[in-house]
């Protein structure tokens, strides 16, 4: 027993290490990108948005993680002749790998949770966050450019002065169809806050000297005042539940014992509930490979050994994304069996390889 909490210690240990060594690695690029996305306006919105990208990642990246803990730990052990000493005493690979399978089913679990119900709401708000960021490169931008352009109108000014421009004309689509231009000598720009929240609500455009000319109007009004809601500028995209992406497994199992769905989406939405339980059940898949693949090749290069880790990931990753998807879509097995078919396949190759190696 105290052997078996001396390796829990040491993989809990390294496991905490490899995450934050892999978050360093992720985070100047899933930074940049997020920069990228929101435009770089303003530091506060970039740090409400970039939470929302990492812990989307975090159940990608924690049986990465794991799988170089398990790699480490099991691989030292080799190493420093551990191993043996152990099997020595008595005790069996399968009982020495118990640690690795009392850390991997709480984060299986944690996994199943995160991918099921927290990661698809967390997709939809990076949706809203990028809406966000839209409003607001919108406000900063009318602030030092001649030309503001947005849904069905634009405003072109021969001189800006901050907020105000000078030479104004105005095109603005009405809910006819028709167009409205305005010509004025001055305008001024004022987002307005109506709800109290500190988001501007509406941008009021408070015009001088103008004239207004439609279709079948000329009129001179001299301070005119136009009132564009941002929500209707930049209208926010409700959730949809046609696709499978933004809805947690509880809202697809709802969504299944109802008769709205198409057997297209019966199929999808089976799929994909299967597919985010299975790949919850990667960290007993790493586990089976880790083992081995530390003590057989630690001993000889850690290099190797690490190699080898990234390597399964990263097939599994390619295969849990690219193989059940293709069987799935050409009908080639039931979604069920396709969104198992890569765990199958890695349990096949975990199985052989522990007990061909561990014998």
Known sequence: MLIQLYVLRQLLVSVAFSMAGIGLIVMPTVA?????????????????????????????????????????????LSADREWIAMQMSGLRPGRLALPGLVVA????????YLMGEASPS????????????????????????????????????????????????????????STMHIEADEAVLEPADEDGDGTPEVLRIRLKGATVLTENLRADNQSPTIALRLAELFPSTPKDRSKAKYLANSEMRAELASSRLTDAQRQEFTYEIQRRHAFACTYLLFLLLGIPTGVVLRSSTQLGAFTGAVGYAFLYYVLDMRLGKVLAENHALPPVAAAWATNGLFLVLGVAFFRRVLR
Do not use: C, H
């Open 122 to 177: 967390w997709k939809y708000l990076q949706r809203v966050e990028l809406r966000e960021a839209a409003v607001e490169r919108f406000l900063v931008s009318m602030r030092g450019r001649n030309e503001i352009y947005w849904d069905k109108g634009a405003m072109v000014s021969r001189e800006t002065f901050e907020n105000v421009k000078r030479g104004v004309q105005l095109d603005q689509e009405q809910a006819d169809g």
């Open 105 to 112: 089913v709480p984060l299986a679990l944690a996994t199943d």
């Open 32 to 76: 940049i990108q997020a920069i990228n996305k929101l435009g770089a306006i303003s530091l506060t919105v970039i740090l409400q948005f970039l939470p929302l990208v990492l812990a989307e990642l975090v159940p990608y990246l924690l049986p990465m993680a794991f799988l170089l803990g398990v790699v480490a730990t099991y691989g030292r």
